[in-house]
């Protein structure tokens, strides 16, 4: 069975060909605002599975992977910044706090209609940063297409003092290990 990835990001791209199977990329078409009175986690998880089931008419008979993140600080979410101004408000914010990094994820048979849904929570506490030190780390890594302004694969870990969770993977946007098990659940063995 065909194995697709129904997504625009190059850090989820990257994080699947660690598993070292061929698949395809799908850039699924989805309205990422949040509906009224909608929970983070439930944000994450509608989304990663709209991504997913767009794909199921152009992949018929495929395994359809969706995912999709949303920061929550103090119960507000933090989407992509898309702006170095909102990138700055969003890390003055979170200095010296936790925010909860919701990754969901979606594996969706096109084939057989059936529906898996994964929701990977991962805590990072950041560092009581200056205004100088959000400034140099937005201009030197501009993590602008990031939930909540943090690339922890890059230099944004210097903006972390903890992080907490069962896959690291989860905070750059796709669970692999949820994913394996996913997977296997399909009969579609990884290794």
Wanted: contains cysteine.
């Amino acid at each position: 069975m065909q194995l697709i990835l129904a997504s625009t990001s190059p850090y989820r791209r990257e994080l699947l060909e660690r598993l070292k199977i061929p698949f395809t990329v799908f850039a699924p078409e989805v309205d990422e605002t949040p509906l009224p009175d909608e929970s983070p986690e439930q944000t994450a998880t509608r989304l990663a599975e709209a991504k997913a089931r767009i794909g199921a008419a152009r992949f018929p008979e495929a395994l359809i992977i969706g995912s999709d993140q949303v920061a929550t600080l103090d119960g507000m979410q933090l989407g992509k910044p898309h702006t170095h101004e909102n990138a700055t408000r969003q890390l003055r914010m979170m200095r010296g706090k936790s925010v909860v990094f919701n990754t969901a994820l979606c594996l969706y048979n096109s084939q057989s209609c059936c529906v898996q849904n994964r929701l990977i929570p991962f805590t990072v506490s950041f560092r009581d940063l200056s205004d100088a030190q959000i400034e140099h780390y937005l201009l030197k890594e501009q993590p602008y297409n990031c939930a909540g302004s943090a690339k922890s694969e890059g230099l944004g870990i210097a903006l972390i003092a903890r992080m907490e969770g069962d896959d690291p993977n989860a905070l750059i946007g796709l669970p692999l290990i949820a994913l394996i098990d996913m997977l296997q659940n399909e009969g579609f063995a990884v290794i």
